[in-house]
């Protein structure tokens, strides 16, 4: 790799942990429906001035169904109820290990020996972090972050299934799919503090 990239990577590593910092202290003010909902909002903007997705729409839908209301719907809740946002950043990279899972029983793509052997050393590490932060903290917690990493797979599964030919337009659209009860208002303020309490 050229220095340029290697520093192009290092800057999406730092942008990627500011993230769950960002979404953490957001949190605190926000509970998940809002936090959810800036996909919307960033969405509909967008498609006005893009052209259709250039995929099926089936394709769409179930790539948005996938990442807005499984992933975010169970990451959202996963911090809000006390995930601290480094170890979630963490955690949720282990959607290499479900990724690689998956495409080895829906893609028949068959994992090399050293990638059986990194699978193993990952596993080892997120049962490591399960053990260690389970026996002191509420599974209401670990437990949907650890889910976000097995459903953040499966779009990984679908777009390399469906390879859209302009990735913007497919992420805008797939954005715009309509997020679940975990993405769309509360009906009162207490609703979710009272589901995930703080």
Request: charged residues 10%; aromatic residues 14%; hydrophobic residues 55%.
């Amino acid at each position: 790799m050229k220095p340029f990239h290697i520093m192009l990577a290092i800057a999406v590593a730092a942008l990627w942990g500011i993230d769950f910092v960002v979404i953490d202290v957001g949190l605190t003010e926000f509970p998940p429906p809002f936090s959810a909902f800036r996909f919307v909002l960033c969405a509909i903007p967008a498609i006005c001035f893009i052209g259709g997705p250039l995929t099926r729409w089936h394709w769409v839908f179930a790539v948005g169904v996938l990442l807005g209301r499984c992933m975010f719907g169970l990451m959202f809740p996963g911090t809000y109820a006390g995930m601290p946002a480094g170890l979630t950043s963490l955690v949720v990279q282990s959607q290499a290990l479900f990724t690689v899972v998956f495409a080895a029983v829906l893609l028949r793509e068959r994992p090399g020996p050293t990638k059986v052997i990194g699978l193993l050393i990952a596993a080892i590490g997120v049962a490591a972090i399960a053990i260690d932060y389970g026996t002191s903290s509420p599974f209401l917690a670990f437990g949907p972050v650890i889910l976000t990493a097995a459903f953040w797979g499966l779009p990984n599964i679908a777009s390399r299934k469906v390879q859209p030919p302009d990735l913007f337009r497919f992420m805008v659209w797939v954005s715009a799919v309509p997020r679940s009860r975990c993405s769309s208002p509360p009906r009162s303020p207490k609703e979710w503090t009272g589901i995930w309490p703080r």
